[in-house]
Nanobody, 124 residues
């Protein structure tokens, strides 16, 4: 079992930055693929970023590439999402997820465990 808890969300002006954190409990965090997804009101959940266990492989949605960076610290059992140059369209609830196996990292049905989510609101 893996339990996930996100933090770091909030209200920021367009062009600003936020760093989200997701801390996992469980003995095998370092072996899991970790992903970030987001869901805006009235929209389906969408992939944001993913990272493999070693941190050497990352994937990003085209909409955030070049602005967001995913990283992980396997000692602290934490995965981060650094979000820069935020836009109003980035407003959503951001959730982290954990997958025991790597396929593509981009699809929500690959992930077994989910956090509750943290709200990110970007004002124009």
């Amino acid at each position: 079992q893996v339990q996930l808890a996100e933090s770091g969300g909030g209200l920021v002006q367009a062009g600003g930055s936020l760093r989200l954190s997701c801390t996992a409990s469980g003995r095998t965090f370092s072996s899991y693929v970790m992903g970030w997804f987001r869901q805006a009101p009235g929209k389906e959940r969408e992939f944001v970023a993913a990272i493999r266990w070693s941190g050497s492989t990352t994937h990003y949605a085209d909409s955030v590439k070049g602005r967001f960076t995913i990283s992980r610290d396997n000692v602290k059992n934490t995965v981060y999402l650094q979000m820069n140059s935020l836009k109003p369209e980035d407003t959503a609830v951001y959730s982290c997820a954990a997958a025991p196996l790597y396929y593509s990292g981009k699809y929500s049905n690959e992930y077994n465990y989910w956090g509750q989510g943290t709200q990110v609101t970007v004002s124009s």
